[in-house]
Protein backbone atom coordinates (compact mmCIF):
# COMPACT_ATOMS: atom_id res chain seq x y z
CA UNK A 1 0.00 0.00 0.00
CA UNK A 2 1.34 3.50 -1.17
CA UNK A 3 0.99 6.48 1.11
CA UNK A 4 -1.23 7.40 -1.35
CA UNK A 5 -3.74 5.12 -0.77
CA UNK A 6 -3.16 5.29 3.22
CA UNK A 7 -6.36 7.39 4.71
CA UNK A 8 -5.81 11.14 4.49
CA UNK A 9 -5.85 12.96 8.07
CA UNK A 10 -9.00 15.46 6.72
CA UNK A 11 -10.91 11.61 6.37
CA UNK A 12 -10.20 10.90 9.55
CA UNK A 13 -11.04 13.89 11.68
CA UNK A 14 -14.58 15.47 12.61
CA UNK A 15 -15.17 18.07 9.71
CA UNK A 16 -18.49 19.51 11.20
CA UNK A 17 -18.76 22.36 8.12
CA UNK A 18 -18.78 19.27 5.45
CA UNK A 19 -21.59 17.53 7.72
CA UNK A 20 -25.17 18.26 8.06
CA UNK A 21 -25.27 17.84 12.11
CA UNK A 22 -25.81 14.54 12.10
CA UNK A 23 -24.71 13.75 15.88
CA UNK A 24 -26.80 16.57 16.70
CA UNK A 25 -29.79 15.02 15.28
CA UNK A 26 -29.24 11.45 14.63
CA UNK A 27 -27.82 10.55 18.46
CA UNK A 28 -29.85 10.80 21.63
CA UNK A 29 -28.59 12.58 25.23
CA UNK A 30 -29.63 11.51 28.44
CA UNK A 31 -29.86 14.86 31.21
CA UNK A 32 -26.71 14.73 33.41
CA UNK A 33 -23.40 16.02 34.39
CA UNK A 34 -22.47 15.99 30.30
CA UNK A 35 -26.07 17.16 28.66
CA UNK A 36 -27.85 20.36 30.08
CA UNK A 37 -31.38 18.32 28.93
CA UNK A 38 -32.76 15.11 27.42
CA UNK A 39 -33.05 14.64 23.53
CA UNK A 40 -34.65 11.90 21.60
CA UNK A 41 -32.66 10.11 18.87
CA UNK A 42 -33.81 12.11 15.62
CA UNK A 43 -34.67 15.27 17.26
CA UNK A 44 -33.00 18.30 16.63
CA UNK A 45 -30.72 19.20 19.17
CA UNK A 46 -31.66 22.47 20.85
CA UNK A 47 -29.00 24.70 19.79
CA UNK A 48 -28.65 23.54 16.05
CA UNK A 49 -29.20 26.49 13.88
CA UNK A 50 -30.95 26.19 10.40
CA UNK A 51 -27.20 26.39 9.02
CA UNK A 52 -26.34 22.80 10.74
CA UNK A 53 -24.60 24.64 12.89
CA UNK A 54 -24.39 24.48 16.82
CA UNK A 55 -25.29 27.61 18.48
CA UNK A 56 -23.39 27.01 21.52
CA UNK A 57 -20.34 25.54 20.22
CA UNK A 58 -17.75 27.48 21.27
CA UNK A 59 -19.17 27.53 25.33
CA UNK A 60 -20.39 23.90 25.27
CA UNK A 61 -18.54 23.45 28.16
CA UNK A 62 -19.82 26.32 29.69
CA UNK A 63 -23.26 25.99 29.10
CA UNK A 64 -23.40 21.34 30.29
CA UNK A 65 -23.21 20.32 26.92
CA UNK A 66 -19.82 18.48 27.99
CA UNK A 67 -20.57 15.37 26.03
CA UNK A 68 -20.91 17.49 23.09
CA UNK A 69 -17.13 18.80 23.60
CA UNK A 70 -16.35 14.98 23.60
CA UNK A 71 -17.79 13.19 21.43
CA UNK A 72 -15.76 12.63 17.95
CA UNK A 73 -16.98 10.97 14.77
CA UNK A 74 -13.83 10.56 12.99
CA UNK A 75 -14.53 12.10 10.06
CA UNK A 76 -17.82 9.73 9.80
CA UNK A 77 -20.14 12.29 9.87
CA UNK A 78 -19.09 13.97 6.61
CA UNK A 79 -18.37 10.84 5.05
CA UNK A 80 -21.92 10.16 5.38
CA UNK A 81 -23.08 12.89 4.94
CA UNK A 82 -21.57 13.88 1.41
CA UNK A 83 -20.18 11.03 -0.03
CA UNK A 84 -23.15 7.89 1.04
CA UNK A 85 -25.91 9.69 0.77
CA UNK A 86 -24.60 12.08 -2.53
CA UNK A 87 -24.80 15.81 -0.05
CA UNK A 88 -28.13 15.65 0.04
CA UNK A 89 -30.03 17.18 3.57
CA UNK A 90 -31.17 15.42 5.91
CA UNK A 91 -34.53 17.39 6.35
CA UNK A 92 -35.01 16.63 2.44
CA UNK A 93 -35.26 12.88 2.38
CA UNK A 94 -38.60 11.11 2.70
CA UNK A 95 -37.69 9.00 5.58
CA UNK A 96 -37.10 12.50 7.64
CA UNK A 97 -33.34 11.19 7.75
CA UNK A 98 -33.87 8.31 9.70
CA UNK A 99 -31.05 6.27 7.27
CA UNK A 100 -28.44 8.77 7.61
CA UNK A 101 -28.45 9.20 10.98
CA UNK A 102 -28.95 4.97 11.27
CA UNK A 103 -25.36 4.80 8.80
CA UNK A 104 -23.71 7.08 10.84
CA UNK A 105 -22.56 5.12 13.66
CA UNK A 106 -22.03 2.39 11.65
CA UNK A 107 -19.46 4.69 9.51
CA UNK A 108 -17.99 5.93 12.86
CA UNK A 109 -17.20 2.49 13.98
CA UNK A 110 -15.26 1.22 10.72
CA UNK A 111 -13.56 4.90 10.36
CA UNK A 112 -12.06 3.52 14.52
CA UNK A 113 -10.84 0.39 12.64
CA UNK A 114 -8.97 2.24 9.79
CA UNK A 115 -7.70 4.77 12.52
CA UNK A 116 -6.65 2.02 14.48
CA UNK A 117 -5.12 0.23 11.16
CA UNK A 118 -3.12 3.42 9.84
CA UNK A 119 -1.44 3.23 13.30
CA UNK A 120 -0.05 -0.46 12.84
CA UNK A 121 0.57 1.04 9.32
CA UNK A 122 2.60 4.13 10.95
CA UNK A 123 4.80 1.77 13.30
CA UNK A 124 7.82 0.29 12.35
CA UNK A 125 8.02 -2.45 15.00
CA UNK A 126 5.05 -3.81 13.41
CA UNK A 127 6.66 -3.86 9.91
CA UNK A 128 5.85 -7.75 9.38
CA UNK A 129 1.68 -7.04 9.71
CA UNK A 130 1.83 -4.15 7.67
CA UNK A 131 1.17 -6.53 4.38
CA UNK A 132 -2.22 -7.84 6.46
CA UNK A 133 -2.87 -4.23 7.94
CA UNK A 134 -3.20 -2.88 4.62
CA UNK A 135 -4.89 -5.41 3.35
CA UNK A 136 -7.46 -4.71 6.18
CA UNK A 137 -7.50 -1.41 5.85
CA UNK A 138 -8.09 -1.64 1.99
CA UNK A 139 -11.25 -3.88 2.18
CA UNK A 140 -12.75 -2.00 5.11
CA UNK A 141 -12.45 1.37 3.02
CA UNK A 142 -14.67 -0.30 0.27
CA UNK A 143 -16.95 -0.78 2.95
CA UNK A 144 -17.22 2.76 3.63
CA UNK A 145 -18.02 3.53 0.00
CA UNK A 146 -20.68 1.40 -0.14
CA UNK A 147 -24.37 2.85 -0.90
CA UNK A 148 -26.59 3.63 2.14
CA UNK A 149 -28.18 -0.52 1.73
CA UNK A 150 -25.12 -1.80 1.59
CA UNK A 151 -23.53 0.34 4.55
CA UNK A 152 -26.62 -0.56 6.92
CA UNK A 153 -25.40 -4.12 6.34
CA UNK A 154 -22.22 -4.01 7.31
CA UNK A 155 -21.86 -5.66 11.07
CA UNK A 156 -19.21 -3.16 13.26
CA UNK A 157 -19.01 -5.95 15.92
CA UNK A 158 -17.66 -8.59 12.79
CA UNK A 159 -15.51 -6.58 11.41
CA UNK A 160 -14.06 -5.36 15.12
CA UNK A 161 -13.51 -9.38 15.41
CA UNK A 162 -11.88 -9.51 12.06
CA UNK A 163 -9.04 -6.99 13.09
CA UNK A 164 -8.90 -7.37 16.76
CA UNK A 165 -6.38 -10.46 16.22
CA UNK A 166 -4.01 -8.03 14.02
CA UNK A 167 -4.15 -5.55 16.46
CA UNK A 168 -3.46 -7.35 19.56
CA UNK A 169 -0.20 -8.66 17.62
CA UNK A 170 0.90 -5.14 16.32
CA UNK A 171 0.34 -4.15 20.05
CA UNK A 172 2.94 -6.87 21.57
CA UNK A 173 5.39 -6.28 18.62
CA UNK A 174 5.68 -2.38 19.48
CA UNK A 175 5.69 -2.73 22.91
CA UNK A 176 7.91 -5.88 23.18
CA UNK A 177 10.97 -3.03 22.06
CA UNK A 178 9.84 -0.79 25.12
CA UNK A 179 12.51 -0.21 27.54
CA UNK A 180 11.75 -0.78 31.26
CA UNK A 181 8.43 -2.87 30.66
CA UNK A 182 8.57 -3.14 34.72
CA UNK A 183 5.61 -2.28 36.99
CA UNK A 184 7.13 0.52 39.05
CA UNK A 185 5.35 2.41 41.20
CA UNK A 186 1.90 2.09 39.79
CA UNK A 187 2.74 -0.37 36.87
CA UNK A 188 1.81 -3.74 38.64
CA UNK A 189 -2.42 -2.73 38.51
CA UNK A 190 -1.93 -2.47 34.33
CA UNK A 191 -3.94 -5.01 32.91
CA UNK A 192 -6.54 -5.29 30.25
CA UNK A 193 -9.88 -4.08 31.62
CA UNK A 194 -8.15 -3.33 34.67
CA UNK A 195 -10.95 -0.96 37.09
CA UNK A 196 -8.83 1.96 37.96
CA UNK A 197 -11.33 4.07 38.67
CA UNK A 198 -10.03 6.98 40.47
CA UNK A 199 -6.72 5.46 40.63
CA UNK A 200 -3.85 7.26 42.06
CA UNK A 201 -1.34 6.57 39.17
CA UNK A 202 0.61 9.99 39.76
CA UNK A 203 3.41 9.61 38.54
CA UNK A 204 3.26 5.67 37.61
CA UNK A 205 5.81 3.99 35.15
CA UNK A 206 3.21 2.71 32.77
CA UNK A 207 5.52 2.03 29.82
CA UNK A 208 4.47 -0.39 27.51
CA UNK A 209 1.87 -0.98 29.79
CA UNK A 210 -0.97 -3.22 28.32
CA UNK A 211 -4.41 -0.98 29.43
CA UNK A 212 -6.78 -2.40 27.01
CA UNK A 213 -10.44 -1.54 28.06
CA UNK A 214 -9.16 -0.25 31.42
CA UNK A 215 -10.86 1.69 33.27
CA UNK A 216 -9.48 4.91 34.31
CA UNK A 217 -12.51 7.36 34.70
CA UNK A 218 -10.86 10.12 37.63
CA UNK A 219 -7.84 8.10 38.16
CA UNK A 220 -4.86 10.81 38.42
CA UNK A 221 -2.23 10.17 36.31
CA UNK A 222 -0.61 13.69 36.40
CA UNK A 223 2.76 12.68 35.74
CA UNK A 224 2.52 9.28 34.35
CA UNK A 225 4.72 7.71 32.06
CA UNK A 226 2.50 6.12 29.59
CA UNK A 227 4.95 6.00 26.31
CA UNK A 228 3.79 3.02 24.45
CA UNK A 229 0.84 1.81 26.63
CA UNK A 230 -1.70 0.39 24.58
CA UNK A 231 -4.72 2.52 25.03
CA UNK A 232 -7.49 0.97 22.48
CA UNK A 233 -11.08 1.02 24.66
CA UNK A 234 -9.26 2.54 27.64
CA UNK A 235 -11.82 5.19 29.60
CA UNK A 236 -10.50 7.93 29.71
CA UNK A 237 -13.21 10.40 30.95
CA UNK A 238 -11.98 13.16 33.94
CA UNK A 239 -8.72 11.29 34.14
CA UNK A 240 -6.46 13.55 34.56
CA UNK A 241 -3.36 13.72 32.37
CA UNK A 242 -1.96 16.50 33.48
CA UNK A 243 2.25 16.26 32.95
CA UNK A 244 1.99 12.52 31.66
CA UNK A 245 4.33 11.31 29.47
CA UNK A 246 1.74 9.26 26.03
CA UNK A 247 4.55 9.98 23.47
CA UNK A 248 3.60 6.77 21.05
CA UNK A 249 0.88 5.20 23.09
CA UNK A 250 -0.89 3.13 20.97
CA UNK A 251 -4.24 3.50 18.95
CA UNK A 252 -5.27 6.59 21.12
CA UNK A 253 -8.21 8.84 19.41
CA UNK A 254 -9.40 11.99 19.98
CA UNK A 255 -12.34 11.51 21.75
CA UNK A 256 -10.51 9.63 24.94
CA UNK A 257 -8.36 12.99 24.58
CA UNK A 258 -11.37 15.06 24.90
CA UNK A 259 -12.93 12.79 27.44
CA UNK A 260 -9.84 13.65 29.68
CA UNK A 261 -7.95 16.47 31.73
CA UNK A 262 -4.45 17.58 30.15
CA UNK A 263 -2.12 21.03 30.25
CA UNK A 264 0.47 21.83 27.84
CA UNK A 265 2.79 19.70 29.59
CA UNK A 266 0.97 16.43 28.46
CA UNK A 267 2.34 14.77 25.41
CA UNK A 268 0.10 13.74 23.56
CA UNK A 269 0.37 10.95 20.41
CA UNK A 270 1.28 12.52 16.80
CA UNK A 271 -2.02 11.83 15.12
CA UNK A 272 -4.96 13.03 17.79
CA UNK A 273 -5.16 16.90 18.35
CA UNK A 274 -4.24 18.78 21.69
CA UNK A 275 -7.58 19.38 22.87
CA UNK A 276 -8.97 22.95 22.92
CA UNK A 277 -10.20 23.01 26.78
CA UNK A 278 -6.86 21.52 27.84
CA UNK A 279 -5.83 25.16 27.68
CA UNK A 280 -8.18 26.20 30.01
CA UNK A 281 -6.33 23.86 32.69
CA UNK A 282 -3.27 25.94 31.99
CA UNK A 283 -5.03 28.34 33.05
CA UNK A 284 -5.92 27.41 36.97
CA UNK A 285 -3.70 28.50 39.56
CA UNK A 286 -2.33 25.44 41.47
CA UNK A 287 -0.97 24.32 44.70
CA UNK A 288 2.18 23.35 45.00
CA UNK A 289 0.78 19.84 45.22
CA UNK A 290 -0.29 19.93 41.89
CA UNK A 291 2.94 20.11 40.32
CA UNK A 292 4.80 17.07 39.45
Known amino acids: MTDAELPTDAELR???AACFALCCVGLAFTRSADFARDKAAGEPCGNLGADHRCGVHGRLRATGWTGCSVYDCIGAGQKVSRRTFGGADWRDAADGGAAMFAA????RQL???LWYLT?????PAAAELHGPAARELARLRALTDTDPTGLLAVDPAAERAAVGGLLRRA???VRAGAPGRGARRGGARARPGADLIGARLRGADLRAA???GAYLIGADLRGADLRLADLIGADLRAADLRGADLTGALFVT???LNAARGDARTRVPARPARPAHWADADMVMSTPADHV
Open 14 to 16: ADC
Open 104 to 107: LPVM
Open 111 to 113: HEL
Open 119 to 123: DVLDR
Open 171 to 173: SAL
Open 210 to 212: DLR
Open 254 to 256: QAQ
